[in-house]
């Protein structure tokens, strides 16, 4: 199993842009296919975006496309998101996650790893 650690969040204004990065260590053997998900109080859990194992395709929710990009760096087994003009509606924790798969997994429950989180508060 793969250990993942996120960091990142905090809490900014509305408009505003913050970059989550997810580190994986451990079994992360090519080829791993990793995601993000964030989890609003009171609503479930939703996927955010996607990434192959290569990088070389990405999914993104509606409600994030246009705003937020999601990136890998293979030589630091770490992901990236970007989020550009952040709305309320983004307060969250944001999780990473990741899976042995040579996919585009776009669902909670095509994930074996999980990290523990990291909040997102933007504020108007």
């Known amino acids: 199993q793969a250990q993942l650690v996120e960091s990142g969040g905090g809490l900014v204004q509305a408009g505003d842009s913050l970059r989550l990065s997810c580190v994986a260590s451990g079994r992360t053997t090519t080829p791993y296919a990793m995601g993000w998900f964030r989890q609003a109080p009171g609503k479930e859990r939703e996927s955010v975006a996607a990434i192959n194992w290569n990088g070389d395709r990405t999914y993104y929710a509606d409600s994030v496309k246009g705003r937020f990009a999601m990136s890998r760096d293979g030589a630091k087994n770490t992901v990236y998101l970007q989020m550009n003009s952040l709305k309320v509606e983004d307060t969250a924790i944001y999780y990473c996650?990741?899976?042995?798969?040579?996919?585009?997994?776009?669902?909670?429950?095509?994930?074996?790893?999980w990290g523990q989180g990291t909040q997102v508060t933007v504020s108007s």
């Open positions: 996650a990741g899976y042995q798969s040579y996919g585009l997994l776009t669902r909670d429950d095509y994930y074996g790893d």
